[in-house]
């Protein structure tokens, strides 16, 4: 009967993240069938981190996400927990044995949504670090299966991906963050007076992740390499959509990819792999 109990954790994570992303979902279910299930797991476990700190905001924020990170380190001692989201996430740091700083950091991020609204050239690398690379980086120790030495080769390759994709979410989520988070996570860019020249050097910034990121996807092993390069070219898709609008447009409406553009990318990226030329 515990298998029951496990298979319906699965799901929950299955669900959270088929509710909360049809990109992420399209890219997961591009995997290898090995490893769909624990990046369900851990993007479930992401995802309600970032729902207390982004969305609960008629509840004590700071007592629900501490409540959550205590609950998430005594499932990792125990092997279990009766929150399904976190009993799945437990079960791929105990098989994969990732290294809790990851989770550490991943935490760290989530608190400081709660108390800072703006940050300066350090604070902003360390929450990029927290809240997308290390994200990259659990999945690269289901990509890599045990293989640490693969795993280190490819690390700053995730971390550029994780922190492409973050910066996008940035830039794509500015007129939410800034008037209804009040949230600025760029440093020194004013969004009051967001020039043409600011959105230049961010964008220079989130080409040359883009970039690197590109190089690790080539490296990774196959049974991870086309999804991931599906969800790389969602977010590089949207990402020049960015770059094609005016400053003034990011803070008036959130930009997006409508979905037979995403179908698009699928069969383009699903032919480009049969000729194998990612």
Known sequence: MMQLFHSVSTE???ITTQQYSTSFSTAIRLLHKDLRTPIYHIYGFVRFADEIVDTFHDY???TLLDEFIKETYLSFERGISMNPILNSFQAVVNKYNIDTELVDA??????SDLSKNTYDDKGYRDYIYGSAEVVGLMCLYVFCEGDRKMYEELKPYAQALGAAFQKVNFLRDVKADSENLKRVYFPGVDFTNFTYSSKLQIEEDIQKDF???YEGILKLPVKARFGVYVAYKYYLSLFKKIKRAQPAILLEDRIRIPNYSKAFIVMRAGLRSQLNIL
């Open 60 to 62: 004590d924020k700071s």
């Open 12 to 14: 929950c994570s299955k």
């Open 106 to 111: 991943f935490f760290a991020s989530m608190k």
């Open 211 to 213: 970039t690197k990121a």
